[in-house]
């Protein structure tokens, strides 16, 4: 089944541990991204990447991190977490190097930092 | 930055009552795109829709690029339609990454 798999589905941690949310889509698909949902925000994008070794800055990036060493996956990490970046998270997919194309989310990761 | 605004915020509808949401954007889009996030909080593509009409079951959404405005129409609606509707935008000069609207709640009630 093509999917975008993300996990954790949910987790529970304290100010400073660092932590990896990871993505994996089986679709080969070229560009991934990362997104956090917020009340009142919507939903911001944090990351993206158009290929392999590619990633760039999106609107809300501070206190992230991303790598893309393989096609298929795309980690979240969040070196020192902090209680701001409390949130529902999305990893979403698509098939050509560019958001110009119908999106495929998983199905989010709620984070709570403590 | 492009500024994307749905209305209504909310809707209230009994079921099999018809709906229309509305998306309107602040500068030329090349896509737009709807989403469906269900009350389990997963989002799923409904319409890849940058111009013109398209039609999946009991949905429909219209782009007119040229007015800036998307619509997605809600036919015969039913309890699964339940969630919160977003629109989002691609505008290649801002960089490659969607902007979301903030979201029409829908609650259809049996």
């Known amino acids: 089944e093509a999917q975008v798999t993300q996990n954790p589905r949910y987790l529970i941690t304290v100010t400073g541990k660092k932590l990896t949310v990871t993505c994996s889509q089986n679709?080969?698909?070229?560009?991934m991204s990362w997104y956090r949902q917020d009340p009142g925000l919507g939903l911001r994008q944090i990351y993206y990447s158009m290929n392999v070794e590619v990633t760039d800055k999106g609107d809300v990036p501070e206190g992230y991190k991303v790598s893309r060493k393989e096609k298929r996956n795309f980690p979240l990490i969040l070196e020192s977490p902090s209680p701001n970046q409390t949130s529902l998270y999305f990893c979403?997919?698509?098939?050509?190097?560019?958001?110009?194309?119908?999106?495929?989310f998983g199905d989010g990761t709620r984070l709570s930092i403590l | 930055g492009i500024q994307v605004e749905q209305s209504p915020p909310d809707l209230i509808l009994q079921e099999g009552a018809n709906s229309t949401l509305r998306c309107n954007f602040s500068?030329?889009?090349?896509?737009l795109q709807w989403f469906h996030q269900n009350p389990w909080g997963q989002l799923i593509n409904l319409f890849y829709?940058?111009?013109g009409t398209k039609q999946n079951g009991r949905l429909s959404a219209t782009t007119v690029a040229t007015e800036r405005y998307s619509l997605l129409y809600i036919s015969s609606s039913q309890t699964t339609d339940s969630g919160v509707y977003f629109c989002?935008?691609?505008?290649?000069?801002?960089?490659?990454?969607?902007?979301f609207g903030g979201g029409t709640r829908v609650l259809v009630k049996p």
């Open positions: 989002a935008v691609f505008n290649k000069a801002a960089g490659n990454k969607l902007t």
């Open positions: 500068d030329s889009v090349n896509n």
């Open positions: 979403a997919s698509s098939l050509a190097g560019t958001v110009n194309q119908p999106q495929h």
């Open positions: 679709m080969n698909h070229e560009y």
């Open positions: 829709i940058p111009s």
